[in-house]
């Protein structure tokens, strides 16, 4: 069955919304931007929930809710927003619709404020589940055959991301990863847990290797730690919290 919220469908896996929701529930005091915002499940789960300073942003209005502060605006270009005018801003299950990651993280980055957060919710093609997927196909979950090339739509995942380039994406971009979850681990996921004594001498003899000779020690260590957390080897959805550390400047 589809999830939803108050009988508004949400576009995501089940439980996604509940999850970014709980990873900003205490910070009700804050301005919060959802991007894309769709029927507006989310906003009106932050308004249920005592928030009142929220920005839907989206390419279209299809909103199913009354709710004033909406914008038009496209992921792929500059934000309908003031520079360093928000404390939040949430993707779910948008980032991968869209070629320009680069640009959007950049133009979240202009819109928050020093020591604002973003949360990026897509679909997790680093699970060993999804990986095992594309060895056989050569496609990943939520992604597992051609997409229709005749008819081209933003709601073809044109850019499935990985957590290492996310992770890439955010932290040369002014971000730092506060924080890895994800909204359900399936029972089935934890099959390939055989798997993960592998994965790991795998990946532990390349970073080794690589990082001495490349300077990449500390940012190896790092990623270590992160690739091998739970909800990035099991969760069907991929939700990273990242906050801003500094400004691009320009």
């Known amino acids: 069955m589809p999830d939803s919220y108050k009988g508004i469908f949400i576009n995501t896996t089940k439980g996604t919304h509940k999850e970014v929701y709980n990873l900003i529930k205490h ?3 804050k301005s919060v931007v ?3 915002s769709g029927r507006g499940a989310f906003i ?3 308004k249920d929930n005592g928030f009142s300073n929220v920005t839907g942003v989206d390419i279209e209005d299809i909103s199913q809710i009354e709710h004033d502060d909406f914008v038009l605006g496209d992921m792929t270009k500059r934000l ?3 520079s360093a005018s928000k404390d939040i801003v949430v993707c779910i299950d948008g980032i991968e619709h869209i ?3 680069a640009s959007f993280v950049e ?3 202009r819109s928050l404020k020093v020591g604002g957060s973003v949360i990026i919710s897509t679909p997790n093609i680093s699970s060993i589940r999804s990986r095992w997927r594309w060895f056989w196909t050569g496609h990943h979950y939520k992604c597992s055959s051609p997409l229709d090339e ?4 933003p709601l073809h995942h044109v850019g499935m991301i990985s957590f290492h380039e996310l992770r890439y994406l955010l932290h040369t971009r002014g971000f730092e990863i506060e924080q890895i979850s994800t909204n359900r681990i ?3 996921s934890w099959l390939y847990m055989v798997f993960v004594p592998w994965v790991y001498l795998s990946t532990i003899w390349i970073y080794k290797k690589t990082g001495p000779r490349e300077g990449t020690v500390e940012v190896n260590r790092s990623m270590l730690s992160q690739v091998f957390n739970k909800n990035v080897l099991f969760g069907e959805t991929l939700i990273v919290k990242a906050v801003k550390r500094r400004d691009l400047g320009g």
């Open 44 to 46: 009106l789960r932050l």
């Open 150 to 153: 005749r008819n081209p739509t």
């Open 186 to 188: 399936k029972l089935i």
């Open 27 to 29: 910070d009700t005091e």
């Open 99 to 101: 070629y320009g990651q």
């Open 107 to 109: 133009e979240v980055n």
């Open 34 to 36: 959802d991007i894309p």
């Open 80 to 82: 309908p927003l003031e």
